[in-house]
């Protein structure tokens, strides 16, 4: 299997944002009373965190 590039990761870093971004609004608009929501939220940014050390270590390689 051969290496992600950058652009791979940053499709992916936007489509994470994106997310985040969607949830986000929810919440703001319905609350966070939404257990689903909230955990959603919380594996979108996990899913975020995780993307951005991969493209630093696609970066430094």
Avoid at 27 to 35: K, W
């Amino acid at each position: 299997m051969s290496p992600r590039t950058i652009s791979d990761i940053n499709d992916d870093l936007l489509a994470a944002a994106c997310c985040i971004s969607d949830l986000a609004h929810h919440i703001s608009e319905h609350g966070p009373e939404n257990v689903l929501v909230l955990n959603n939220l919380e594996r979108a940014t996990d899913g975020f965190k995780r993307l951005l050390i991969e493209r630093r270590a696609v970066e430094a390689a």
